[in-house]
């Protein structure tokens, strides 16, 4: 997937048709303007745009030839200093607020990230509707490949929800260990999925599978009693959909760290859900979308003492 996004380049086949016009002599129609009155000629937006379709020569204009390769991410519009630009389906006064003037740190970012670790066991105690919004909120704010608009959460704040779809989760497992021990299967899996998710099965999922740690009973090895899962999921062709909803598990991780809240990423809930019609139904996963990642969040049971140092990744400095 991640070659195929390098041949492709930047250019979501997507915005060509949904959201540019082609006229009868076969050129695109100008969406995007320049209030000239307004614009002071310093030229930021021409700087910042990514996709290099704002030029300048005399005046600054959207380059007609190059506007449909615009991503929409605004950031010429957040740049200008008198707000001269106008992007298609953006507006200044729905679309962007100020820049708060207090920044964090490096220390306090670094604090920050330090303190949060993978939090299994919750209070047995619900998180308020409104602060899972603005966890999934924090999405808003992520880096993307192509396609933000494709994504989709599925937040689940119901703890009787989460524990109905847990047996359909343990039996997928138990069908796991079952196929990995199979040589005949074990050689069709590792041929669909790939060298690294095989591997990712066979070594790290199967034996912990194995073990019974996934089995319904006392303790939920699976969402750890949480009372709280947020699902990540895409139309399975979207361009980046992988990428982007690692990139927004990690956001949404960190925000509930923010209010002091415990998340881990669950990898095995998407696996699920992607061979279940059922556990679909349950999450409100469209059918014809692929689950990518699964947050489970709660009211951590306990607090760690201290931060672990950890050195886990190679660095090769090339000067
Ligand atoms: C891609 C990914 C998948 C993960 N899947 C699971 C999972 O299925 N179950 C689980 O308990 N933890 C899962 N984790 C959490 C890791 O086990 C955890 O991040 C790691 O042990 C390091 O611990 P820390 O997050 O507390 O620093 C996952 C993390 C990532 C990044």
């Not at 999925?193 to 990712?200: I, L, S, V, W």
């Not at 073990?211 to 009973?217: F, I, L, R």
Request: charged share 25%; proline share 5%.
């Amino acid at each position: 997937m991640h070659t195929l996004w390098k041949l492709c380049g930047y250019l979501p086949e997507r915005m060509h048709s949904a959201e540019f016009q082609i006229d009868d002599k076969h050129n695109y129609i100008m969406k995007n303007s320049i209030d000239i009155s307004l614009c002071k000629n310093c030229r930021l937006c021409t700087e910042v745009c990514p996709c290099n379709i704002i030029e300048h020569n005399g005046t600054i204009h959207f380059a007609p030839e190059k506007e449909h390769i615009c991503q929409h991410c605004g950031q010429c519009m957040a740049i200008c200093p008198t707000k001269a630009i106008g992007i298609k389906g953006l507006s200044y006064e729905n679309d962007f607020s100020d820049i708060p003037s207090d920044r964090l740190d490096y220390n306090g970012f670094m604090d920050f990230l330090s303190t949060r670790r993978s939090i299994r066991t919750f209070k047995d105690q619900a998180v308020d509707d409104e602060i899972m919004d603005q966890i999934a909120d924090s999405v808003s704010y992520a880096p993307y490949g192509a396609s933000p608009e494709m994504m989709e959460l599925s937040i689940i704040n119901n703890r009787n929800i989460i524990e109905s779809a847990l047996p359909i989760i343990s039996r997928f497992l138990d069908d796991l260990v079952q196929k990995i021990e199979n040589p005949v299967a074990s050689f069709f899996i590792r041929r669909v999925a790939g060298k690294e998710d095989f591997h990712t099965v066979k070594n790290h999922i199967y034996p912990i599978a194995k073990s019974g740690n996934y089995k319904p009973g006392k303790r939920d090895g699976i969402t750890r009693g949480a009372p709280s899962i947020i699902i990540i999921h895409s139309a399975a062709d979207a361009e980046a959909h992988t990428s982007n909803g690692l990139v927004y598990a990690t956001y949404i991780m960190l925000a509930a760290h923010s209010f002091g809240l415990g998340a881990t990423m669950v990898q095995i809930v998407p696996a699920a859900i992607n061979q279940s019609k059922k556990l679909k139904e349950i999450f409100k996963v469209p059918e014809e979308n692929e689950a990518i990642m699964s947050v489970i969040i709660g009211h951590p049971k306990h607090r760690y003492q201290r931060i672990i140092k950890r050195k886990t990744h190679t660095i090769h400095k090339v000067q």
